[in-house]
């Protein structure tokens, strides 16, 4: 095991604090894991309007920073989630006493360069301000690349002198582009601004600014590691990316696997485990009841397919829109929960208007019943364009319910196809309606003409570990060699 080191964790969304997507979920556990192997780990990140932290203290420090557009404060409110593990937030009621993290109905907040600019420095003055010598700088996406250049130019002859950055993506898509007027606004170095620094088709790119800078780069999936560096993935960032494809490593996520266990989850009916799935069939039950879907005298032995997704392209919802009706003619059942797109949520809509029989959507965000569609369901379909990890399919495996994804970023790494021994799931490949519609079609030939094969299909996926502690493990190897 590697030695205790002192870690600096730079999130824009920590939950359950925070939270817009899977970065929150990452930022809570991964420092949770590497604090129960004996690291200590500050995590900071902003104080947004909508959190609720009831055991945050008042440090009794603030910062201050000085940028061309005014000097800003900020008072560091800690909360001690764990033994070594702290976070610490920026109170800065100015940038992030707002209803949104990152924008509102009317879009991304304007002087989002601003604010998260002041995260960036904001978190290393505020390892100074709480006498905390980190060795490595962990970074995460756009809102936090700026650290890895403030780090690298202006913090060199302090405290965090000797700190190593790592910088980890883990969505590509999102890069944080801004005039180049920025420059001037933040003060940032106008040396900085070239092909190998922060411009970016003569705007400023905070994510490039994180891959130009640190010491490291990581992602959230060894495929996706791969697939950035092509021009089909790569964002138009595949260069500098494969200028440091030494130095970029991809690590797999983990999941929560408290949270999410069927012999204890507190959202389901009935507990199950891959020795005795007699309670996945009362999941399936209490689902049905939940959709109003027809009685299991009407309808017996109908496979449900479960999806619980953000409505946006990059999920391909697309798919799934062209996909659905024919699964459904072919004799399944299947429940959308989800938000995003208004196209999208009013196409669900009216396919679930249009076939009240065997098809329901939810558009929102239900914790609960997310739970309850990854017990009820036998099939979980994730057709994504992209996907830098993923998480519900391997929520979806330790469920028991069969994955049916494109193989793609994570889900090529964690999905096994049913065709090998060790198959745990179907797996497409082409970004199509095709494509989509004969995988699922397998799943169906495996309801209906192979289900002993299927429920021991299930029962593998079951048996798999996605619990954070190996990507600690990974991780911790990762922040020794820095630090050496």
């Not at 104080?47 to 609720?52: D, K, M, P």
Request: some cysteine; hydrophobic content about 45%.
């Amino acid at each position: 095991m590697v030695g205790p080191m002192k870690v600096l964790y730079v999130a824009s969304e920590v939950a359950p604090y925070s939270k817009s997507g899977g970065l929150g979920d990452v930022a809570h556990a991964l420092p949770r894991a590497l604090s129960a192997r004996g690291h200590e780990v500050r995590v900071v990140t902003p104080l947004y309007a909508s959190a609720r932290i009831p055991n945050a203290e008042d440090s009794g420090r603030s910062i201050r920073l000085r940028f061309p557009f005014g000097e800003q404060r900020a008072v560091l409110r800690v909360a001690r989630s764990a033994p070594r593990h702290e976070v610490w937030f920026l109170d800065h009621p100015g940038f992030y006493g707002r209803s949104g993290i990152y924008g509102d109905a009317s879009g991304e907040y304007g002087d989002n360069h601003r604010r998260f600019a002041f995260l960036a420095v904001g978190a290393l003055a505020a390892a100074q301000a709480m006498h905390f010598a980190p060795d490595v700088v962990h970074l995460n996406d756009w809102q936090t690349g700026l650290a890895a250049l403030a780090l690298a130019r202006g913090f060199r002859g302090t405290s965090l002198g000797e700190a190593r950055s790592l910088f980890t993506i883990h969505n590509l898509a999102y890069q944080g582009l801004f005039p180049k007027a920025v420059m001037t606004d933040l003060g940032l170095p106008w040396d900085v601004f070239n092909e190998h620094g922060l411009e970016f088709y003569d705007q400023v790119n905070f994510m490039k600014a994180g891959l130009a800078f640190a010491d490291a780069l990581s992602t959230v999936s060894p495929t996706y590691a791969q697939e950035i560096q092509t021009e089909a993935y790569g964002c138009m960032l595949e260069g500098t990316l494969r200028a440091r494809a030494h130095e970029l490593h991809g690590i797999l996520n983990g999941i929560d696997v408290h949270e999410w266990d069927p012999r204890a989850d507190p959202h389901l009916p009935a507990p199950y485990d891959g020795d005795d799935l007699s309670g996945k069939a009362i999941c399936k039950a209490e689902l049905r009841h939940r959709l109003g879907l027809p009685q299991p005298e009407v309808l017996s032995d109908a496979p449900l397919f479960g999806v619980v997704t953000r409505l946006a392209a990059q999920k391909g919802i697309s798919l799934l829109l062209a996909a659905l009706p024919v699964l459904l003619d072919s004799g399944a059942e299947a429940v959308v929960l989800g938000s995003g797109d208004g196209w999208y949520e009013d196409a669900l809509r009216a396919l679930a208007a249009a076939r009240p029989d065997r098809f329901r959507a939810f558009i929102g965000f239900d914790p609960a019943l997310s739970h309850l569609v990854e017990g009820g369901s036998d099939f979980f379909l994730m057709p994504s364009l992209y996907e830098p990890c993923g998480l519900n399919q391997m929520y979806s495996l330790r469920y028991g319910t069969v994955p049916v994804v494109r193989a793609t970023g994570g889900l090529e790494d964690t999905v096994r196809d049913a065709d090998l021994p060790d198959g745990t799931g179907f797996k497409f490949s082409h970004f199509n309606p095709s494509g989509l519609l004969w995988a699922g079609g397998r799943a169906l030939e495996w309801w209906w003409q192979r289900r002993d094969a299927l429920d021991a299909m299930r029962r593998r996926g079951m048996r798999q570990d996605w619990s954070w502690e190996s990507s600690a493990q990974a991780y911790e190897r990762l922040y020794a060699s820095l630090a050496d």
